[in-house]
């Protein structure tokens, strides 16, 4: 019971932190592209 109640949790935290590494990593990716096109 315990363990089903902690796996969303679990999932959710991960897919969170994996959004939020992309979202850096293009933000960057971004930021030099537009200063080369710049």
């Known amino acids: 019971m315990v ?6 949790v679990r999932f959710f ?7 939020s590494f992309a ?3 293009s933000f960057f990716l971004g930021i030099k592209l ?3 096109v710049v």
Do not use: T
């Open 23 to 25: 979202f850096i990593f």
């Open 34 to 36: 537009f200063n080369e």
């Open 3 to 8: 363990s089903l109640e902690l796996s969303p």
């Open 13 to 19: 935290e991960n897919f969170l932190s994996k959004i």
